[in-house]
């Protein structure tokens, strides 16, 4: 397996790229389901899940060609089905299943794997499609559904989810009726999804707000479509830049979408200069500690939690790190303390204790977040850090090798014995 190794303690210096997001990407992709037509996106990152994502199209009957644009028709669905070994690296796998209910009244889909960081509401996607009409049963590890022909509901999720969300939004589109969802996820991904749904021909209302209703039409058309900036990969790239002393100006991305970030960052020291879709951050000579809060957007990003904790390991004092969204997005402090990080954790909340500096060490990525922080950390470190399980970062970050060393990191990309 890849590996890859950093000598520490360079400034980042220069301007880098935005890449488009993938977890707005993944949803729009699933959106070929919903119509025979064709769909166009542009602005898509390459990375391995959205591959895998190209591969479950391509097995349910889809013609598909391109990179960072891509054309896209399912003319007729084949299988309606997202088998287990296509998915199982992948938890948006599930965002499928809304989709081919709606337009093929079946669906057998895997149940979801990916980064192990703790329980997702899954049971609320189901719960919706249910009271949709749909008749799910779990058979085999796969989720089965059926229904003759979804209805419009008023629903209310018990927790705010992101996939959930888009699921059962995009299932709605084809319903029979008025959906009306209460407790909505207001990420930038959903509106992002509602405008292309609505090109599409969707009747979609109140995207970005926690209450969204979606009136069913009969078939929806083709569309083209731009991918928004990847708000995680700008945050990580804002956050690299502050905790290495350097001075960076993000292109192509949406100041607005990492707000709750950058805020965290000014009070950290950071001086931050936001443009109308570019971003310029100059770091301090050392960061001051900055409590920190996860939240559903326009919250702290969970998401940016691990790489915001690795800043936090150098910072000047002491700060708290508390994780709402997700009971096991810690994994990444054992590696920081292997580093020589002085972090606390008790249930959901780390104590972080600035140290003047990190230390290069062996280490190992968990997840895809935390490999990011495990980066961010041995940017800083004396010495050189190995990490080891980088196909966790690249299932979202593109080419981070490459771009931070356009910046002046050095960093490298080794393979493993397997020449992988």
Not at 103 to 114: F, K, N, Q
Request: hydrophobic share 40%; aromatic share 4%.
């Amino acid at each position: 397996m890849d590996r890859f190794r950093i000598d520490g303690g360079h400034p980042l210096h220069g301007t880098v790229q935005i890449n488009g997001a993938k977890n707005a990407a993944l949803p729009l992709l699933a959106t070929a389901i919903l119509t025979d037509e064709t769909v166009v996106l542009h602005h898509l990152p390459n990375l391995g899940d959205i591959r895998t994502m190209c591969r479950l199209l391509s097995h349910l009957g889809a013609e598909w060609r391109g990179g960072e644009t891509i054309t896209v028709r399912l003319a007729g669905v084949e299988r309606a089905e997202a088998p287990y070994e296509i998915v199982k690296t992948m938890r948006a796998s599930t965002l499928v299943l809304g989709p081919l209910l709606a337009r093929c009244g079946r669906a057998r889909v895997s149940l979801p794997g990916g980064c192990a960081i703790g329980a997702r509401p899954m049971g609320l996607h189901l719960q919706a499609l249910e009271r949709m009409g749909g008749r799910i049963t779990i058979e085999n590890g796969y989720i089965v559904a059926e229904a003759r022909r979804l209805r419009g509901i008023d629903y209310t999720f018990e927790t705010v989810t992101v996939t959930g969300t888009e699921n059962i939004m995009m299932a709605a589109t084809l319903a029979d009726g008025t959906t009306t969802l209460h407790n909505a996820a207001r990420e930038p991904e959903i509106p992002d999804l509602a405008q292309c749904l609505t090109t599409m021909g969707a009747q979609i209302h109140g995207a970005g707000t926690s209450d969204i209703t979606i009136q069913g039409v009969t078939r929806l058309r083709g569309v083209e479509h731009t991918i928004i900036p990847d708000r995680i990969v700008a945050g990580t790239f804002a956050i690299a830049t502050a905790m290495t002393g350097g001075d960076v100006t993000l292109q192509s991305m949406v100041p607005g979408h990492i707000e709750a970030l950058l805020e965290k960052l000014a009070a950290a020291g950071a001086k931050i200069f936001p443009m109308t879709d570019a971003l310029r951050v100059v770091g301090p000579p050392r960061l001051e500690a900055v409590d920190c809060t996860t939240a559903p957007f326009p919250g702290f990003a969970t998401d940016l939690q691990a790489q915001f904790m690795a800043a936090m390991t150098i910072a000047n004092g002491s700060s708290v790190i508390n994780e709402t969204v997700f009971e096991n997005r810690f994994m990444h402090v054992g590696e920081l303390q292997r580093m020589g990080a002085n972090i606390q954790v008790q249930g959901s909340t780390a104590v972080v204790k600035g140290v003047p500096r990190l230390r290069g060490a062996p280490v190992m990525a968990t997840d895809l977040r935390a490999s990011a922080s495990l980066v961010l950390a041995g940017l800083t470190a004396e010495g050189s850090t190995e990490i080891e399980r980088v196909y966790h970062i690249d299932r979202g970050y593109e080419q981070i090798e490459t771009r931070l060393g356009a910046l002046g990191a050095t960093m490298t990309r080794e393979h493993g014995d397997d020449g992988h």
